[in-house]
């Protein structure tokens, strides 16, 4: 009988449990209201909304935070998405987008990000005023030596004073054996380096132009 007891009672708390969850999952009190996204502007903050599928009929109990968040970083811009959510009514999403440090020319045209990631096709009207790596070859291994290379050059330059900064770096032409030459907008010419004592090697390069 006590046994018996103890079992029902427990199939009756367990009950009640399912019960309030089931409530909670379409409550008023913590129904979806608002949905706030930062770090990007109203054009891609419509398209992510469409994207994460929200419904305003759920409560934020429902919400699957992980999901949305693998729902918009399929977006190729995404670089990165933190979701929160904020009871008892809004998700907050904190949205952070590629910036393209310059374009890799392979098999297409490709946008690079400053971690020397390759995340995106170069689409017909999109920006394409970056420098741009040429020289990459198919094999796997060698592309990422290549891009990894070019990458250092990058940064490099991102630090130089004018006119030899990243601003005025039109080209960067990269070899398998790790030689790069850099074509710039005011130089008639390429300057051919490696990447060890970058900044000894661009300080010959501006005597010998007397830039």
């Known amino acids: ?10 199939a009756g ?7 309030l969850y089931s409530y909670l999952l379409t409550s008023p009190h913590i129904r979806l ?14 398209k992510l909304q469409e994207m994460a599928g929200l419904s305003f ?13 693998k729902k918009l970083e399929k977006h190729p811009w995404i670089r990165a998405v933190e979701v929160e959510k904020q009871f008892p009514h809004s998700l907050f999403i904190r949205v952070e987008k590629e910036e393209p440090q310059a374009l890799v020319a392979a098999d297409k045209l ?8 390759v995340f995106k096709e170069v689409g017909p009207d999109e920006a394409v005023d970056f420098p741009i790596i040429t020289g990459v070859v198919s094999d796997e291994l060698d592309r990422e030596k290549q891009v990894g290379v070019s990458l250092q050059v990058l ?8 006119p030899w900064s990243l601003k005025n770096l039109s080209e960067i032409h990269v070899r398998k054996d790790g030689e ?9 010419a390429a300057v051919k380096l490696r990447t060890q004592n970058l900044d000894a090697k661009m300080e010959d390069s501006r005597r010998w132009w007397n830039i």
């Open 1 to 10: 009988m006590k046994v018996s007891a103890l079992l029902t009672g427990l």
């Open 13 to 19: 708390i367990s009950l009640a449990f399912v019960t």
């Open 33 to 46: 209201e608002q949905v706030e996204i930062v770090g990007v502007n109203e054009e891609m903050k419509k």
């Open 57 to 69: 009929e759920l409560s934020l109990l429902a919400i699957d935070v992980d999901e949305v968040q």
């Open 110 to 117: 490709y946008y690079l990000n400053r971690y020397g990631n």
């Open 155 to 162: 940064q490099f330059l991102e630090s130089q004073k004018e």
């Open 180 to 188: 790069v030459s850099l074509y710039f907008s005011f130089l008639p």
